[in-house]
C-alpha cells in the first residue's frame, strides 16, 4: 500500500525551506500540491511568504498576500508580521506601512 503525502507533510517541508533559505523550493513545492489534488493553506502561505522574506524577495511575497486574498484565505498575525519583516529586510519601508 502506497502512503500518499498530505498537506501536514508538504507544509512540514515548506518550513524546513524556509528555515534552511530555500525559498525557490518552497514556492515550487506550493505550486506542486495540485499534482497531489491538494490546495494550500493559510500554513502553506505563511512559510511561503516568511520563505521570500528570508531570500529578500519581496515582491513575491507580496504576490503571495495577494494569492490569499484571491482564494479567499484570510491573513493572520503572522502572515503580516512575515510580510513586514520581508519588506523591512528589503527596505521596501513604505509598502510594510500598507
Known sequence: RRLEPDLVIFNSVISACEKGGQWERALKIKNDLSHFRLKP????????????????????????????DERCIKPDGYSYNSAILMCGRCGQWEMAQQ
Open 41 to 68: 493553506d493559510i500554513y502553506t502561505f505563511n512559510g511561503c511568504i516568511a520563505a521570500c522574506g528570508k531570500g529578500q524577495q519581496w515582491e513575491r511575497g507580496i504576490q503571495l498576500l495577494r494569492e490569499m
